[in-house]
């Protein structure tokens, strides 16, 4: 029964050391380096909360009116007074009791604290109140970081670092490995806000008008008050917009009725973005196309045209994106589309890359600590324990066999402060041992046997082991919950380093004393 014991350990121990060692070879490949031991960017960003204040307030003022039609009074007119501020005005005695209504109903449906409203003779002031502005300025970081996060992974970035910096409009963003930093600083930034819009000079859609001035010229210089001048997103050797197009200032639909975008090819395989609707989204564009056969419709990006084509039949719930696209900017354009819109601009306030000498420095003076430091816990083992010391010793190499490979198998990235951990957990596993073979000598001076004094140690110490390791564990699950990049790193290593030192010093430590006993027969001396 004891052989059979002895062998199911021992196949045990073999199978989960040969699964660690196959899941991290080989070793430079299987284990992700973190920022500090690679490189990368490390980028501090801004976002602009303001514009989201800005955008909150045109979508409610659109809200109100709205509201208004709704209540047959269209001869209400509003106009924004400041970023956080609009008024309406065309309020007369005959409609003030419906207005009140409408005002309570505006009020409700976008939080009766959102805003203060004061009337004065025919006009009504709206001011959104501070604890509103707050909540948008708190929920567009929030926004922000998520969709960020959602581009950095779509880009395909392994372990990123993502993060708000404390309490601020401030985000920490660490890229470990990325060579194509252009490409990522242009994928972050894109706010991709995508709109389409029917034109209404050229009406028929196609390219634009040279000038400004060309596009005023049609209107007789006065621009109708549904109507807006955007450029076109093709720029001269100057930077200059190439076209400019009439566009009604209210968009058919926007990127948020979008449900999915991807690259494709076009009619002469051209890159192109395919994309397509959601269920609300395609009953309005069929519905806006549908009506507007002949006229053109102009998909917008970020303010600007990208083009503008003719309609020509109704189309539901697809369609796609043309311009002059190479094939890599109609993979990011696709990235941020599915990804989403910006809810507010990004301003950049620190960029540093972090080059791979330092990553190599890194990563050798922390191998060249870890060697050192696992030579002399050999050295100082073999000298106090003597040959039981070699039990040690191979608890220990198996220890760390084991580290790497749940690194490797987890997918877990080795930073500087993670290599910390592994040593630590190299120390936490001696401690282990000296405290098992402490207890044998002690039982073995009060005149046990042999085979009784290991009986006696691993009992008597278990508990001591597992009070040590299961405290620190707790601790690094806390650090891992609340801490955030390099201390996240070091409680996974040292996590998976307590499990693993667990292991080897009571079971496999043990089976090697069995082991050893098994095939020694009765036992006089130990070594230790």
Known sequence: MKNRSLLVRGLV???LVVLAAFSAHPLDERIKLGLDLQGGMHLVLQVQTADAVDSETDKDMTRLLDVAEERDLANLEARKTGPQSFEVTGVDRATQDVLVDIVKDFRNSVGAESWDSRRSANTVRFDMTGASVKDIERLSVRQALETIRNRVDAFGVSE???QPLGDSDRLVVQLPGVDDQDRVRDLI???AFLEFRLTDFPRSGGGGAPTREAVLANYGGTLPSNVEILEGSERDERGRARE?????ATSVVTGRDLKNARPSLGQFNEPVVNFTFNAEGADRFGEATGNNVGRGLA???DNKVVTAPVINSRISDSGIIEGNFTQQEVEDLSTVLRTGALPAGITYLEERTVGPSLGRDSIEQGLRAGLVGFGLVILIMFVVYRFTGINAIVALVLDVVLVFGALAYFGATLTLPGIAGIILTVGMAV???VLVFERIREELRVGRTVRSAVDAGFSKALSSVLDANITTLIASLFLFQFGTGPIRGFAVTLSIG?????FTAVI???WIFDLIFSRRGRVERLSI
């Open 508 to 510: 496999v430590s043990r």
């Open 498 to 502: 307590i499990l693993a030192s667990v």
């Open 244 to 248: 400019y197009f009439a566009v009604e």
């Open 431 to 433: 401690d282990a041992n």
């Open 160 to 162: 990123p670092v993502i």
């Open 13 to 15: 121990i073999l199978g």
């Open 189 to 191: 930034k894109r706010t």
């Open 299 to 301: 998909i917008i990006l």
